[in-house]
Structures are given as C-alpha cells and as structure tokens.
C-alpha cells in the first residue's frame, strides 16, 4: 500500500529555516515525479513544487521567489523541502504527493497527511 | 501564470440533487485538467484527470467535461459523503496552479 509521511514541521520565526521531509513507502520512489502543494489555514490549495525522477527538472510556484529548495534521495525514499527566509504568509499545511504520469496527462493520486509549518514571532 | 477560477465558491443542495461546479481557464489548457475532493482536516482526493476521466475507485455519479478553457464537474445525485470542497489543477503548464475551490454544503 503506497503511504506518503510528511515529517518536520513546526513552530519557526519570521526569517528562520525549515527542512520539511517526506517518506514514501509502498512504491519505487525512483519511478515518480513528486510535489508540494500547501494549503493555508482555511484557504486553498497551492502548488509549490515539482521534482522529476532524476531531480533534472525542478519547478517552483513563482511566489515563492527563490527561498525553496525540494530534493530527493531516492535511495532513502525521501522528499525534502528546505525553505528559508520564511514569512507569515507560509504558514500552511504541506502535503507530498506523488505524481502519476499516464498517457501524456499528469495527476497526483497519492497524497501525505500533511505538516503543518507555522511562522510566528 | 494560467490562472484558475471556479464558480461557484460555495453552494448549498440536498442529497440527491445534481451539482455542476464551473471551472474557467485564463488560457486554453487543452484537456489537461483535474478535480480534487477534499474533506475537512483530510488531504484532497482524485476524481477526475485529463478532464473527463473517472479515477479508478471513484464512483460513476461523478463526471468532468469540457476543454480549452472551460471545464465542469458534475455530481449527479448528491450523496451525503459528496459534502467537501473540490478544486480543478491544470498540468498544461509546469506551473501548476488550483482553482480557489467550491464548497458543497447541505442545504
């Protein structure tokens, strides 16, 4: 059974760094493109991330203006996303979610529990 | 960015009525559209990709069409397991981005 654990949130300052992890089991991690999508308190969904198989493309949601970083190690079945210089406006849920790729069309059919960041002095 | 905008943001209806929930692109988007389910306090769900295509597991009273740049979704006989919010994702472009989300409330 796929299960996708998001780990790593918590309370930070204004201007502080997080490293939010995810750990995939039930499937080879190595096989699938995966993402970040946040979700803040009572608002929407919003994409953040995208990192291919291999790591070779990664994109970014431009609002976050470059203080994101998402990784993999595949080997460890693991996400990353490192973020820095964080605001008040990223207090969100993060899910992980994996991406399936089926006939030229991209989905995310499995999604994490989430972890909830919260940026307040 | 290709911005999303769905209509309505919230709706009120009753176990058996049908629901159809607009999704608008601000560009053409082909096809390559999906719609989430998500409850309170739970990650979203799949329903639909590539528009129009039933994800394995979710049941035949939900269907999507549409193409271009406008899309919808349609319940067709409300359930009481239906009450969630639903947002379309376009993966035309790398960028992905959601729509704000409609609520389906009872009525």
């Known amino acids: 059974e796929v299960h996708l654990v998001e780990s790593g949130g918590g309370l930070v300052k204004p201007g502080g760094s997080l490293r939010l992890s995810c750990a995939a089991s039930?499937?080879?991690?190595?096989?699938?493109?995966m993402s970040w999508v946040r979700q803040a308190p009572g608002k929407g969904l919003e994409w953040v991330s995208s990192?291919?198989?291999?790591?070779?493309?990664?994109y970014y949601a431009d609002s976050l203006k470059g203080r994101f970083t998402v990784s993999r190690d595949n080997a460890k079945n693991s996400l990353y996303l490192q973020m820095n210089s964080l605001r008040a406006e990223d207090t969100a849920i993060y899910y992980c979610?994996?991406?399936?790729?089926?006939?030229?069309?991209?989905?995310?059919?499995?999604w994490g529990q989430g972890t909830l960041v919260t940026v307040s002095s | 960015d290709i911005q999303m905008t769905q209509s309505p943001s919230s709706l009120s209806a009753s176990v058996g009525d049908r629901v159809t929930i607009a999704c608008r692109a601000s560009?053409?988007?082909?096809?390559?559209l999906n719609w989430y389910q998500q409850k309170p306090g739970k990650a979203p769900k799949l329903l639909i990709y590539?528009?129009?295509t039933l994800q394995s597991g979710v049941p035949s009273r939900f269907s999507g069409s549409g193409s271009g740049t406008e899309f919808t979704l349609t319940i067709s006989s409300l359930q009481p397991e239906d009450f969630a919010v639903y947002y379309c994702?376009?993966?035309?472009?790398?960028?992905?981005?959601f729509g704000q989300g409609s609520k389906v409330e009872i009525k």
């Open positions: 979610a994996r991406l399936f790729h089926y006939g030229g069309y991209d989905y995310s059919d499995y």
């Open positions: 039930g499937f080879t991690l190595s096989n699938y493109t």
């Open positions: 990192i291919s198989i291999s790591s070779s493309y990664v």
């Open positions: 560009q053409s988007i082909s096809n390559y």
């Open positions: 590539a528009a129009s």
């Open positions: 994702q376009q993966t035309y472009s790398v960028l992905w981005t």
